[in-house]
């Protein structure tokens, strides 16, 4: 529907304003390129002189188009809002700009902005064509989806997460040195990996939707099978939105397996409230809580519950890389059940930051970082001291749709080191890894 639309508005006479008849070369080649079709070449050729030509209506517009045609709604959105800006009655460029809104999900702006364009008498044919959007939107209030299936490959240089140690002095042993077990020292393999995840979101009442998600990560060494790792994950519950506002609670079911055996698992709940300080800058408090258990008696011990509290903010800016950048500072507790072991309980700190960088059409450049420090809760038996470790995150990816197409390939590194005041928990990692996603 987005591309008859598009050629639909192009073709009839629906004209708030009048292209100049000496219309430049480049304005001229690049509707030639937009009626025969080829929005990807009208894009490419308007692209370069935005930072010389932004502001001229006619410039903007044939930009906007392009952009949109071509798959990135977010700067046919920048590129018409400067048409609007000068041409406020310019009901091309608002239908233009509906549509990129319709896009990019924003369905109650694009309900604005189509009903403003409907208003105005137009022609039967374009009204026909936004009752068919209007219609459309109606209808994603109802049930919105959303799916995707990643098959990946890569190296880890540490797929135990372990010491690189193979001995360690242990105090309670009167510093005697400890010869590690194999499997507890750092071991590095290839391996392969599939994911996949699914999110839904459906209208029951006017504010109320009941929202829920499913997601699976499985990840398989080439050599090193018993450490290959899985895990499950799913939410369901209710979210209230209202003008800027939006409040959701759900609850929440995790299953972490290694070699295929469930190592631990946890059940339930989060709640968030999110407030849009703008179109482009939000932010948001959460609560999460999480039972703890490890299914095999011998690991049973450390069963716990979980309590976290945050923060987070996020903010798009508007310029040719379009970056997008958020972060969060989060604390709480993981208290153990069991009586008698402190140390088995901790007191987690962090702070993510993260950002995607428009680099080029359908090239987004992805990084993320995070820091936690733990301070664990009593002495531990063996090493004779309270434990305290700070683990840094970070990683940095490349997401490159191919040809306009809901395929893309994700290459990725990522970077682990965990320092501890307890040798055998120090440990670094680096995952390198491409990605072939199919998003639904």
């Known amino acids: 529907m987005q591309g008859i639309f598009g050629r639909t508005l192009l073709a009839t006479a629906l004209v708030a304003y009048t292209l100049a008849a ?208 899985g895990m499950l994950d799913g939410a369901l519950g209710l979210r209230w939105s209202s003008g800027s506002n939006a409040v959701t609670g759900a609850l929440q079911a995790q299953r972490y397996s290694v070699d295929g055996d469930s190592f631990r698992e946890s059940g339930g709940g989060v709640m968030q409230w999110q407030h849009n300080l703008s179109q482009t800058s939000q932010v948001s408090l959460f609560a999460q809580h999480a039972q703890l258990t490890y299914p095999d008696p011998s690991q049973s011990i450390r069963d716990a519950k979980r309590n976290i509290f945050g923060v987070a903010t996020a903010h798009a800016f508007a310029g040719e890389s379009a970056p997008v950048i958020f972060a969060s500072v989060y604390g709480g507790e993981e208290k153990e059940e069991a009586q008698n072991v402190p140390h088995l309980g901790h007191q987690p700190v962090g702070i993510r930051v993260g950002s995607q960088w428009r680099l080029a059409p359908g090239v987004h450049l992805v990084a993320n970082a995070s820091a936690e420090q733990r301070r664990h809760g009593g002495v531990d038996p063996l090493f004779l001291v309270e434990r305290k470790d700070t683990q840094f995150d970070a990683s940095v990816g490349v997401n490159y749709t191919l040809a306009a197409t809901k395929w893309s390939l994700r290459p990725q590194v990522s970077f682990t080191d965990n320092d501890s005041n307890i040798d055998i928990y120090v440990f670094r990692r680096t995952v390198a890894q491409l990605g072939l996603r199919r998003d639904f």
């Open 22 to 229: 000496g219309a430049d070369a480049l304005t001229d080649r690049a509707q030639a390129l937009l009626k025969r079709n080829d929005a990807r070449a009208a894009y490419e050729l308007l692209l370069p002189l935005e930072s010389q030509r932004a502001g001229d209506p006619e410039y903007d517009y044939l930009l906007g188009i392009a952009a949109l045609d071509a798959g990135d709604p977010e700067r046919a959105v920048f590129a018409l809002e400067r048409v609007l800006a000068v041409q406020p009655n310019n009901l091309q460029a608002r239908a233009e700009i509906a549509r990129a809104y319709y896009v990019m999900g924003e369905r109650d702006t694009a309900k604005r902005e189509f009903e403003a364009v409907r208003s105005r008498g137009v022609p039967d044919e374009v009204r026909e064509t936004i009752d068919r959007f209007l219609s459309a939107i109606e209808a994603g209030r109802k049930t919105r989806f959303n799916a995707y299936v990643e098959l990946a490959g890569g190296y880890d240089s540490n797929v135990n997460s372990a010491t690189a140690q193979s001995q360690v002095a242990v105090p309670f042993f009167g510093g005697a040195i400890v010869q590690l077990a194999p499997g507890s020292t750092r071991i590095k393999d290839s391996f392969g990996g599939v994911s996949a995840g699914l999110s839904f979101s459906n209208e029951m009442v006017t504010n109320w939707s009941v929202v829920g998600s499913a997601s699976y990560y499985g990840k398989y060494n080439r050599e090193e099978t018993r450490f290959n790792t």
